[in-house]
């Protein structure tokens, strides 16, 4: 029934939902608040803190809303809802010194199933990700039947490697990766928003497993029910010499990317998530070694 509804009076109704929410989720409002203040506590007010909080959990709930109708809309309907922007900057696409697929660069920003769509305006690639199902079986279905409208490929991250590495190699894929998020115990100490931390290396490893060079793509909600879905510049795996570059220095421009998306619009990425865990952990080994 949802699915009915128009697209913009569902994100007016997941703000709604998302203002009571924010009210009762008392953790996750304050995840968002401690990390907005970790990042921006020098430059923005108390006051602005929780202004951004509140607006990015309420973009958060009016994205999940959304999301429900933009996955059941056609090529016709979407072009009024999202624009795609900056594609000059994909300039690898008929690159022949690449292999066929390339690795995007995509993140929690604005409505972030649309990143599917973005392939309709690219008809050579076929977009794809990776992701780990849930372990309830209810839930993994319900996941399955929602992405199932989306012309998206989805591979199983522990059941699916073979498929996907066949598919990457034979296909041309636009495979994305979400690689702003905390990575648990894996992956590389860097600065992210100017703070070390743990960072995932999934799409820099990936991309120099498969001969890709790395193509930032973010979304951006422009406004309730309408998005812009941007190219950044191309993050290049080879040196100029034609060497693989390290991950490290890839990943130093992976992060830059994603700074450069965060803060065109603070309240658009998903501050709700413990992004800088292994930032904490490390202050409180610090803290606890020295008692």
């Not at 973009?59 to 624009?83: H, P």
């Not at 319900?142 to 409208?149: C, I, P, Q, Y």
Request: glycine share 6%.
């Amino acid at each position: 029934m949802l699915g009915l509804i128009p697209i913009p009076l569902l994100a007016h109704i997941g703000r709604f939902i998302g203002r009571i929410a924010y009210i009762i989720d008392k953790r996750h409002r304050e995840v968002a608040q401690n990390n907005l203040r970790l990042i921006f506590g020098k430059e923005f007010s108390e006051k602005k803190i929780h202004q951004l909080a509140k607006e990015n959990y309420l973009r958060v709930v009016e994205a999940y809303f959304s999301a429900i109708g933009t996955l059941q809309m056609n090529e016709k309907q979407l072009k009024k809802r999202l624009t795609i922007k900056k594609m000059e900057y994909f300039r690898s696409a008929n690159d022949p010194s690449y292999g066929p697929s390339r690795v995007a660069l995509i993140g929690h920003f604005g409505n972030f199933e649309l990143y599917a769509k973005t392939t309709e305006y690219l008809p050579r690639y076929q977009f794809a990700t990776t992701y780990r199902g849930f372990d309830n079986k209810i839930a993994d279905q319900l996941l399955h039947a929602l992405r199932s409208k989306s012309s998206c490929l989805f591979f199983e991250r522990r059941k699916d490697g073979a498929a996907l590495k066949k598919a990457m190699n034979s296909s041309s894929l636009l495979i994305g990766f979400l690689a702003d998020q905390h990575p648990g115990d894996k992956g590389l100490w860097l600065p992210f928003m100017g703070v070390e931390c743990r960072c995932s290396t999934s799409a820099a490893v990936f991309a120099l497993r498969y001969n890709s060079p790395v193509v930032p793509v973010f979304c951006f909600r422009v406004a309730p029910g309408k998005w812009e879905i941007e190219f950044d510049k191309e993050i290049p795996t080879k040196s100029l010499d034609g060497t693989p570059r390290t991950i490290k220095d890839i990943m130093i421009d992976i992060n830059a990317s994603y700074e450069r998306a965060i803060r065109r619009d603070p309240a658009n990425w998903f501050w709700v998530h413990r992004r800088w865990k292994s930032y904490y952990r490390y202050l409180e080994l610090q803290k606890n070694s020295n008692e």
